[in-house]
């Protein structure tokens, strides 16, 4: 009679350990920690972007990007995901746009609003 409830015992044991292994299923009262990835970009570092701004200039001021695209090398971008399970509880992204080596776009929510039109250039002619 133990024998018969031994393979029942052992398959729900394997079952619990397969679906907490999984992450889909956990165990109450298990603290998850923040996990922080990529690049943390602060405003005093958005604000110090200017048009012009050489490769080099821009990697002193924002750091190394998370992404340099292969693909198009006149962009970069700066992500940024903070998350606590598979909760995110932040996340950011500001992308770098290059003309040659000078700075000529930032894109993003948190992006500065310096793109020069011709009648702002027109009206900084004396």
């Given at each position: 009679?133990?024998?018969?409830?031994?393979?029942?015992?052992?398959?729900?044991?394997?079952l619990?350990?397969?679906l907490?292994?999984?992450?889909?299923?956990?165990?109450p009262?298990?603290?998850?920690?923040?996990?922080?990835?990529?690049?943390i970009?602060?405003?005093?570092?958005?604000?110090q972007?200017?048009?012009?701004?050489?490769?080099?200039?821009?990697?002193?001021?924002?750091?190394?990007?998370?992404?340099?695209?292969?693909?198009?090398?006149?962009?970069?971008?700066?992500?940024?995901?903070?998350?606590?399970?598979?909760?995110?509880?932040?996340?950011?992204?500001?992308?770098?746009?290059?003309?040659?080596?000078?700075l000529?776009?930032?894109?993003?929510?948190?992006?500065?609003?310096?793109?020069?039109?011709?009648?702002?250039?027109?009206?900084?002619e004396?």
């Open positions: 009679m133990l024998f018969c409830r031994f393979p029942l015992v052992a398959f729900l044991l394997w619990s350990l397969t907490a292994g999984c992450g889909n299923f956990g165990f009262g298990v603290y998850k920690i923040d996990v922080e990835q990529g690049n970009v602060t405003p005093e570092m958005v604000e972007l200017k048009p012009g701004m050489t490769r080099r200039q821009v990697r002193f001021v924002m750091g190394t990007p998370l992404i340099e695209d292969t693909f198009n090398e006149n962009r970069w971008d700066y992500r940024y995901l903070n998350r606590n399970g598979a909760k995110t509880l932040g996340e950011s992204q500001l992308t770098v746009i290059f003309d040659g080596d000078a000529v776009g930032v894109e993003g929510p948190d992006a500065p609003n310096w793109t020069a039109t011709d009648s702002d250039l027109a009206g900084d004396v």
